[in-house]
């Protein structure tokens, strides 16, 4: 396919979508649409990340990342002992990737610089050549495509040597990660005019500090945690403001920073704990990094200081475990974003707790002080973390609206589900077709300044813990093959019309009889 013209691979796949198609499916096109239209200028693109897709991991001069170097420690990581080390083959195939991105018709790519790739030792005495033209050429040709990229600077993949000097808790990651941006807006500014710094830091400090559930694997409970996100909020501020005064007034982009934050329902939404409980969470979770960056006063919420140092206290610390903020910090933080990126897939129930199986003391989850349960009758596809509850979207950009007003636009910067694989996905295309209605019903009847969406993602990939047994494709890759293959899924014809019509249909794909019978 590599060999082939952009167009004829075009036509290639649209008619590989057709036959899926002809497979059985019913499709009634122009009835049950919803009554919403999506706006004008509504930005509709799809998400990958590189670590997931790039594969190469030590080709064209590329350094290690902390999870190549993890993973190859510890070959059973993942439950299908894989690693990332082709992953799909994206490093060889973007070509393939670009052509599938125009399939869907969207406007919009994010991806993800490898630091490594760029800054094989992370420090920016030595860019490699290699890497900085292969990102150029990726850029080049989505641009030739008519795809805007959305590049995101930081998607967790640390280079070795720094994570070596102790990763996120150390505070000289704030420099070492303003001269890897300074580098990447050099390179590549002139033609990418969306950057985002970083992809979900609670992610990466609660599981990867906090935990052992991502690399780095550090266990560092309720310590780390709060010095992971500390540094991690420092660095972006200073790369917004690098961004802001040496490149903007040139390059005339935006720049912001992807958080990810689940809904929390109150358990029984008629008991008082269990509403703080829900609260606590969210403050917690999403308001520990969006409150320094998005609310009118900065720092960190009341509530977070107010916890963590009262069980600091109570634990013999004499200063608190959340480090704090100078007043130039705080100043300096404040506003540094032009959107909130909003990485959002699943709803918990709330109630309090003072001790759960599996929590440490102290812990960012012992802190939190929360119970977190799923509701037994929303569905669970694939992994067990993500349950299907579509009207969460709403209310979490409720929320965030209340919190931190209309003004700063949302992007949802990714969404998606999960399943254990399949071409015929209808369950996805069942989620994509709710959550999207929630976020045009948060448009149009709350008032949610939504200007933009990124299905997660473009196809199978490396899912961190996962390995490749859990699959969020809206194409399937097929592994086991040396090419990698890749192959649309219903869920891309799907969106696909989404994203033509700017209307969600319920009925465009449905699960006909015929096809389960001969799945
Ligand atoms: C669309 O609008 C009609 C008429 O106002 C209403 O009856 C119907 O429930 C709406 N459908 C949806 C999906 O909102
Ligand atoms: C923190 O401790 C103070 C003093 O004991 C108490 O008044 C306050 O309610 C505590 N706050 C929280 C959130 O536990």
């Known amino acids: 396919m590599r060999s082939s013209s952009g167009v004829a691979q075009a036509a290639a796949i649209i008619a590989s979508l057709s036959l899926c198609f002809a497979n059985g499916v019913s499709a009634v096109i122009g009835s049950g649409s919803s009554n919403f239209t999506f706006p004008e200028n509504f930005m509709f693109g799809v998400a990958t990340a590189a670590f997931q897709i790039e594969g190469a991991w030590n080709e064209g001069g590329k350094g290690e990342s902390m999870w190549d170097t993890y993973i190859h420690k510890h070959p059973d990581y993942t439950p299908d002992l894989s690693n990332g080390d082709v992953a799909a083959d994206s490093y060889h195939k973007y070509k393939d990737d670009i052509v599938m991105i125009q399939t869907l018709g969207v406007e919009y790519y994010r991806l993800s610089i490898s630091w490594p790739r760029l800054l094989p030792q992370g420090t920016d005495n030595h860019i490699n050549k290699e890497g900085a033209r292969y990102y150029r050429k990726v850029l080049e040709e989505l641009i030739k495509a008519n795809i ?52 979900e830091p609670h992610q990466q400090c609660y599981n990867g500090y906090d935990g052992d559930y991502f690399v780095p694997a550090l266990n560092s409970h309720g310590v ?15 790369v917004y403001h690098l961004y802001d005064k040496e490149f903007r007034p040139h390059q005339k982009g935006k720049i912001g920073i992807t958080l990810d934050a689940f809904w929390a329902e109150p358990k029984d939404p008629s008991k008082v704990e269990d509403q703080e409980a829900a609260e606590r969470y969210l403050q917690m979770r999403v308001g520990l990094f969006a409150h320094p960056i998005y609310s009118e006063t900065g720092d960190y919420p009341a509530l977070v200081r107010e916890v963590v140092n009262n069980n600091s206290m109570l634990q013999g610390y004499a200063r608190s475990r959340l480090p704090v903020f100078s007043p130039q910090e705080i100043e300096m933080v404040r506003g540094s974003s032009d959107f909130f990126g909003l990485n959002h897939y699943t709803t918990f129930l709330m109630s309090p707790s003072t001790m759960e199986k599996g929590w440490f003391v102290p812990s960012y989850d012992h802190d939190t002080g929360v119970r977190m349960d799923q509701d037994p009758n929303w569905p669970i596809p694939g992994s067990t973390w993500l349950s299907i509850y579509p009207a969460g979207f709403r209310k979490i950009l409720n929320w965030l609206t209340k919190q931190y007003g209309a003004d700063v636009p949302i992007i949802i910067t990714e969404n998606g589900m999960c399943d254990w694989g399949g071409i015929n996905d209808y369950e996805r295309v069942s989620y994509y077709n709710k959550y999207l209605y929630q976020l045009l019903l948060a448009i149009y009847q709350d008032g949610c300044n939504v200007q933009g969406y990124f299905a997660w993602t473009l196809m199978d990939d490396f899912e961190w813990k996962d390995g490749y047994t859990s699959k969020f494709g809206l194409f399937h890759v097929d592994f086991d093959s040396p090419e990698k293959t890749r192959t649309p899924k219903l869920s891309a014809l799907n969106y696909r019309h989404i994203v033509k019509t700017k209307k969600i249909d319920f009925n465009y794909i449905k699960q006909s009889k015929y096809l389960v019978n001969n799945l």
């Open 148 to 199: 805007t990229p959305v590049v995101t600077l930081f998607h967790w993949d640390l280079p070795t040597p720094l994570m070596d000097l102790g990763g996120w808790t150390n505070p000289k990651m704030v420099d070492y990660f303003e001269d890897y941006a300074r580098v990447a807006f050099t390179l590549y500014g002139d033609i990418v005019k969306i950057w985002t710094t970083i992809n």
């Open 224 to 238: 780390g945690v709060y010095l992971c996100a500390h540094y991690l909020i420092l660095g972006h501020a200073r």
